[in-house]
């Protein structure tokens, strides 16, 4: 799974090469990766909590589901797969928001974010999630602006974005 083969891709999105993870993340060459924004009926956003066995933000919060674009996927291909490996739900309507740019911040991700709605329940993936919880809106925007240390930086960012388009 830490190795695994990733398009590289230019400024513009572009594929130039292909690599295997470990070397694009040594390297810090651009590659992509989607987040997912899993909303409830009630407007709660489902957070996952890293598993402790992740090489990067172990035992962070972060978005619904996430993962990297494998080599020849498209971000629309990768985002469903992500959601059942990680979650093992499928949903109805998976809606593309906004795409961020790669940045040391981003751990040079072109990344493409979506949101869906689903109640769960959710069969969390064993060697990428330690637990998950329903968060409110107004909670997130509080521990965002305090920068919140138990979140991961990338999360922060997105909610960030997330909410201008939103409100």
């Known amino acids: 799974?830490?190795?695994?083969?990733?398009?590289?891709?230019?400024?513009?999105?572009?594929v130039i090469a292909q690599q295997p993870r470990s070397v694009i993340h040594a390297n810090s060459l651009r590659h992509r990766?989607?987040?997912?924004?899993?909303?409830?009926?009630?407007?709660?956003?489902f957070l996952q909590k890293r598993s402790m066995k992740k090489d990067l933000n172990k035992g962070l919060w972060d978005t619904s589901a996430a993962g990297h674009v494998d080599a020849g996927e498209s971000y629309d291909r990768c985002a469903p797969r992500e959601l059942k490996e990680e979650l093992g739900i499928f949903a109805e309507s998976l809606e593309s928001l906004f795409k961020l740019e790669p940045s040391t911040d981003l751990g040079m991700e072109f990344i493409q974010v979506y949101r869906c709605r689903h109640n769960g329940p959710f069969s969390?993936?064993?060697?990428?999630?330690?637990?998950?919880?329903?968060?409110?809106?107004?909670n997130l925007d509080k521990?965002?602006?305090?920068?919140?240390p138990t979140l991961t930086l990338t999360f922060k960012i997105i909610w960030q974005r997330f909410r201008n388009i939103a409100n």
């Open 1 to 14: 799974m830490h190795n695994e083969l990733l398009d590289v891709v230019d400024n513009d999105d572009t």
């Open 33 to 45: 990766a989607v987040h997912i924004l899993v909303f409830n009926d009630a407007g709660q956003l």
């Open 124 to 138: 969390l993936a064993a060697d990428e999630i330690d637990e998950g919880c329903w968060a409110d809106p107004d």
């Open 143 to 148: 521990r965002v602006a305090k920068n919140d």
